[in-house]
Structure formats: C-alpha cells, structure tokens
C-alpha cells in the first residue's frame, strides 16, 4: 500500500507546472534499409522530425538510431533500458516494417531473412521486449508506425497461422501504445518524406496544454483527415487518469518552434469547410446549403449557403434532406445515370478497394459503388454513387481521373499481377490505395493491355 501511495503521490507532483523539469528519456528508431525485402523511403526521415518533437517536449535524452540490425536492435533496447530506470516518462518510437504472427507482434530490423515464420524468435524483435525496456518508468509510451504490409508472406508456407496486415492490438498495463493502423490495416508510408502518422505525432507531441492521455487521439483525428479515412491510428491506453503534460500550457510560446508545420500540415477544419462547400455547391439544392450551414454555421462560405438556400437557381429539393452520417452530408456524389459515359476500356469490371474491402464497378469512363459504406469525413457512399469519374487511357497500363470523395485527380497503373495502384493526388500529400480485379467485362481486351505493358518495358 506504502509503495501504491507513493507512486500516486509521484504522478501528481510529475503533473504540477510548479515542480522542477521531469527526467524524460527516448529511444526513437527508423529501419529504412532492409536488405532481404522491400526498402521503406520514410523510416530514417520520420525518426528524425520524431526526435526533433521529443526534444521541443522537454525530453532530457533523446536517442535517435537508423537502420538497426538485429544485434543492434537488442544493444539499443538494453541501454536504453537502463536510462528509464526511474524516469517520470520513457518513449520507443519506432517506424519500419512489423509483423503480427501467431498473436504477437513483431519489429524487423534492417538484416532478417525471415524465411519461414518459425525464424521470428530469432532475426525478429518482439513487442514484449520493447514493452519490458521501459518497465523502469512511471509513464512509458510506445508509438509504433510499422503497421505495413508482411514483405515476407510471399515466401512463407501457405496455412502459416500469420497475418500479411498490420500489427495485433496488446493490452499492456500502465503502458500508452499508439499504433499507425488499426489492428489489420496498414499504415502509409508516404509519397513526401515523411509517413502521415509521423507528421502528427511530430506536431503534436510538443503541443502546449495537451495530456499525454488525449496525445493519441489528436493523433488518430489527424491521420483519418489527413488520409481521408483511410488511415485510421489505434489507441491501447491503461496509465494514470491525472492529466500529465509534456509541455504546460504556459509554454505555449516555447513550443512555436515546434517542427515547420509545412512538414507536418493535415487537413484542418478549413480545409473541411471547403470540401463540405464544395459538395454543397455540386448537389446545389436548398438542403444540401442548408445541411452545409447544419456542420460550418460559421463556415468561410455560410454567407453564400444562406443565399443560396432562397436562391431560384438552387434545384428543387426531390428527396427528403439526406441522413447525416459522420458530421457530413451523404448527398455530395452523383449516381451512375447522372455522369456521362466515355469509351470502353480494358479496366471496365468490378473491383475491391483494397483499404475497406468494398466493390465499384468501373464502367466506360466512370466508376460507381456496388456496396455502400461510409467515408470517414466525407459521406455516406450509396450503391450506384460514382466515386472515380472522366476515367482515361493516358498510355499502356496508365489511366487517370478524378476521385470524387477525395476531390484530388487520381492516377491509375495496372500492375502485372492484374490490379491497380491509385495514386489520389490530394493535399498536402498522396492518398494511395489498390483496386482488387474481381472480373473483368473482356478477359481478351486486358490480356492485350497486360502484353502492350510488357512491350513496353
């Protein structure tokens, strides 16, 4: 009981602005240059905004190391065990690949050769050793942006009991864990120089007047606006419920040098505004303005939607005022009959979007839902809503158009193995994703694209 009150009696004063500077400690670790799978171009970048933000959050020792091998790997984690003994807060951040197998997750250094499963235990880091090096500490934070695809499956025995996405949710007791992804999904790596999720952070951890208990939603928000729900972070949180603060409010002028938010930038409640105006405008009917000044009463363009409410050139309203779903509108896309068609192309068929396993249909020029879901910002996407429209044949295997819940032209490149890669041209950085071929309209016309790629190479 003495040793419980004395460590609650701790937190309180780490909480207090009056008590002297806490012992904060580091380990920040980026593996870009794998030597047996697929290099990731992020890693090394994102350690060192990582390391930058640590530093502006007041943390006494910041370790910053790259492209560990498995030697390595370990060597840093025993060290840095031994700096969090006794710290108030201790934090591992690392980014490269990871791998869940057999209900635990794995961190790859830069030389595994992994070429079965049963290899994890020896070429692998597992989570629990990283967990176990900063038992030392009173608040102990792991941040994991490694949640990408398995670069090793292909090589595996098919029935191995292992996931090829993401990583598994633990529960750690009096541990903050901040996943990239959601169990199952896989983060972004990033078109830029740095991962979406380590934009956030990076801004977020020196953020004045912000607990380290709501450090991770932020977190998560800024992901899901920035990848336009594609992305979504996961929280396992179980430490003190006493707000700790990394930077006190009153340092909020301190923490403006903060890593340049041009580095860091997501998408903020005006870039929502003028993309919630936007499908105002194209739905252009007196509920869409008005459903429009529902979410942004004091939205930039609310003058403009209340005019436009009484306005004769606004289309009558048809239907009832369409369901909310997600704070906006589902009524911003047109359905299938509303969009012209173009020419027949070697992609018209059906496919699955790979990041929330839903089917569209592409059809001359057009794409549209088969399955309705729901936009994590945007919209509720009904079936027969067009989502990819002026879809064209730009070369052999090269397609563009424009993604309408994304509002970004969107690239299009038939891989070999008969998907597509879709590169959504949003701001400030890509949204990528795949498209799964389920079928195809002419099995003949896609075999003559597949040989016209080839000839090209």
Known sequence: MARLFGFIIGLLLFASAQTAHAKRVALIIGNSDYQSSSSLANPANDAKIIADAAQLADFDNVTIATDLSNSKFQLALRDFRKQAIGADVAMVYFAGHGIESQGKNWLIPVDAELKSSLDLPYEAI??????????????RMVVLDACRNNPFARSWKSGTRSLTRGLAGVEADDVLVIYAAAPGQTAMDGEDQNSPFAKSFARRLPQAGLPVQLLGGMVRDDVLAATGGMQRPFISASITGTPVYLVDAASGAESSNAPETSAIAVLDEAALDALAWQGAVNANTPSAYRSYLDEFPGGKFAGLAIENTKSENAAPDSVPKPEKTGGLINAFLPNRYEVEQGEALPIDGIWTISTIKKRIRIEKGRAYAIDGWTHALILKVLPEMVVLQNIKRTAAGQYEGYDLPLTARAEMSLRSDGNINISAKTFPFPIKYTLIQETLDSAGE????????ASRK
């Open 446 to 453: 896609m075999e003559t694209e597949q040989q016209a790629i």
């Open 126 to 139: 597992n989570l629990d050793r990283v967990m176990e090096s900063l038992s030392g500490a009173q608040i």
